[in-house]
């Protein structure tokens, strides 16, 4: 690989301040009534997260990233679809920093402008479970990991655990319907940042 | 016994300290005499265009305390004088004092209150941030004079970015001082809100290590700055400054994410650090006072203001203080004044 276009050179390029706004913190104000400012740069985040150990960004580093408005690396960045939404972060933090939000947000604004997640099967995961919850108002964790191997073609993913949670009663082969599902159905045409039912 | 009330007490300096020191003293009744170097009283109050943690206009408090001060018949302010000369006498010290134009007054002084503030540290060391041959490159004092100018509505046409760079010269063991300069993230946070609320279109970055804020509402004064005014804080002690079609590029690391930084400013305000005034050598020097390594007079051991038998130090002159623990220290002095003025054997 060509040292001036490896990605190590490209992160230690230097930043340049001027060309960076808080665009980003206020959207994330008044879109989700996140005040970024209020970060400490403690790290409790990044102590406390579930799976630091496989991001390549911590918690603490993309709030820092949002503070310089740096919405190219953050789309792209390898954690947004590793973060699992734990709320361990959110927990944590001393100035009561929803960052699972954030992650949330950056996911949506991802999917929206066409950037492909780094992992694919994640991606196929989050509508494979959608899709459940569109059909029956809730996931089937049996049927959610039937279609999840079978269609990201890992026949026989995590199969070892499947005897034990079925003797546990949670692989139910016949998963109770939402009552009103017009309802929850609705839910799908709501918009970004809609409050109330929608008609 | 009784209340002795004959022998005065020398107050050396007329900033914050010193005025306050000698507004107790003549309030209770006892004779002072203020010597001041320059023409006018409230030092470096004067210098300043707000304050923290409450952004009052330090005039406001420096223009009633002096008319207080000159309503006391007990005490006697000399302007544009020093402290040329003393020697040690049975009860106190006899203290020659030479005004401007040469003519030299004696006194005998039962106390002496030692209030001869600080200094900024000379920058010229610090070839890298350029003071002295960028001419926006300024120090603390000196952009308080751009501030106060703003204020009067002077105000530059174009909104300025404004980069503020604190510890120049404080916890710096290679060309300045290991210690803290305790009021600079203080003033720092102060001068760059400041700017926002003069000039709204303008941007403050602030580069730092960390901010120590400790002290009633300090902390939330700096985060109210960075929260409610915007500045922009970024973590990293600047490294170079360099010229740049008339104005001034900063490079840095922001270490919070370890990658390199550059910004364009047309500002730069370094947070000098603070050391003891010429005056306060001086003195320390005369009177023949213990100072720590770095020239701020020392206090006998668990004694707030007392240096020696009947020499008492208020302000900065002891160490870098806010004007809040200047006035604390001068009210101490002047209690302490009072104590050894009737010391009942």
């Given at each position: ?8 050179n490209?992160y ?6 001027d ?6 913190s206020?959207e994330l104000?008044?879109?989700c009534?996140i ?24 918690p603490?580093k993309?709030?820092?990233m949002?503070?310089?408005?740096d ?10 679809w590793?973060?699992?939404a734990?709320q361990?972060c959110?927990?944590?933090?001393p100035?009561g920093i ?20 780094t ?5 196929l995961f989050?509508n494979l ?11 089937s964790?049996?049927?959610?990991i ?5 269609k990201?073609?890992?026949?026989l993913?995590?199969?070892e655990l499947?005897p ?5 009663g ?5 998963p ?7 309802k929850?159905?609705?839910l ?12 | ?26 309030q209770?009744?006892?004779p ?11 030092g ?17 408090f420096?223009e009633?305390r002096?008319?207080?001060?000159e309503k006391c ?18 009860n106190g ?14 006194l ?17 060391g ?9 001419p926006?490159v300024?120090?603390?004092l000196?952009?308080e ?6 204020s ?7 909104a ?11 916890r710096?063991?290679?060309?300045g001082?290991?210690y ?12 760059a ?6 000039l709204p ?6 580069f ?9 509402e300090y ?12 500045v922009r ?8 400054v360099?010229?740049e079609?008339?104005?001034?590029l ?15 400013a ?8 603070i050391r003891p005034s ?9 009177f ?9 007079i020392?206090?006998?051991p668990?004694?707030p203001?007392?240096v ?9 002159c002891?160490?870098?203080v806010?004007t809040?623990?200047a ?5 101490a002095?002047?209690?302490q004044?009072?104590?050894?003025l009737?010391?009942?054997?």
């Open positions: 690989m060509n040292a001036t276009t490896s990605p190590v490209q230690f390029k230097a930043l340049q301040l060309e960076t706004d808080h665009s980003l206020q104000l008044q879109n009534g005040e970024i400012e209020r970060c400490l740069e403690c790290g409790k985040c990044s102590g406390g997260c579930s799976n630091a150990h496989i991001f390549d960004f911590t603490r993309i709030v820092q949002i503070k310089v408005g919405e190219e690396r953050l789309l792209h960045m390898d954690a947004l590793c973060c699992v734990c361990l959110v927990d944590r933090c100035s929803d960052i699972a939000r954030i992650m949330d947000y950056l996911r949506e604004r991802a999917v929206a402008r066409g950037i492909p997640a992992r694919p099967t994640v991606e989050h479970m959608l899709d459940q919850v569109h059909k029956i108002g809730r996931v964790e049996l049927y959610l039937l279609n999840y191997n079978l990201s073609g890992q026949y993913n995590n199969a499947g034990q949670m079925f003797i546990k949670k692989l139910n082969p016949f109770a319907r939402v009552k009103k599902m017009d929850v159905r609705r799908f045409h709501k918009k970004p940042g809609q409050k109330g039912e929608v008609k | 016994m009784g209340i002795h009330k004959e022998q005065s007490t020398l107050v050396i300096g007329g900033g914050a300290a010193g005025i306050e020191a000698a507004r107790i003293l003549g209770a009744g006892y002072v005499v203020l010597v001041e170097k320059s023409n006018w009283l409230g470096v109050l004067n210098q300043l265009a707000s304050s923290f943690p409450r952004w009052e206009d330090p005039a406001q420096v009633p002096v008319k207080e001060l018949a007990a005490v006697k302010v000399l302007l544009e004088s020093v402290v040329s000369g003393c020697q040690k006498t049975e010290y006899r203290v020659q004092i030479k005004n401007n134009h040469g003519a030299v007054e004696e005998q002084a039962g106390a002496v209150i030692i209030a001869t503030g600080f200094d900024l540290m000379d920058l010229s610090y070839g890298e941030y350029g003071h002295g041959a960028f926006n300024l120090n603390s000196e952009f004079a751009v501030l106060k100018e703003w009067a509505g002077q105000k530059p046409q174009k300025p970015v404004v980069a503020f760079f604190k510890c120049v010269g404080s710096d063991r290679a060309k001082y290991p803290c300069s305790k009021i600079c993230c203080m003033y720092t946070a102060k001068q809100g400041l700017v926002k609320d003069l279109d303008a941007k403050s970055y602030v730092y290590m960390d901010y120590r804020a400790s002290g009633k902390e939330e004064f700096v985060r109210s700055v960075i929260e409610d005014k915007h804080y970024v973590r990293g002690r600047p490294a170079k360099l010229p079609d008339g104005r001034l900063i490079r840095c690391e922001d270490t919070l994410m370890g990658v390199p930084v550059e910004v364009r047309d500002y730069i305000v370094l947070a000098a650090a010429q005056g306060t050598a001086e003195m320390a020097e005369m023949g006072l213990h100072t720590d390594p770095y020239g701020f020392e206090p006998e668990f004694e203001v007392k020696q038998e009947r020499v008492f130090l208020a302000g900065s002891g160490f870098a806010e809040l623990g006035l604390q220290q001068g009210a002095a002047a209690a004044a009072m104590a050894v009737n010391q009942a054997d």
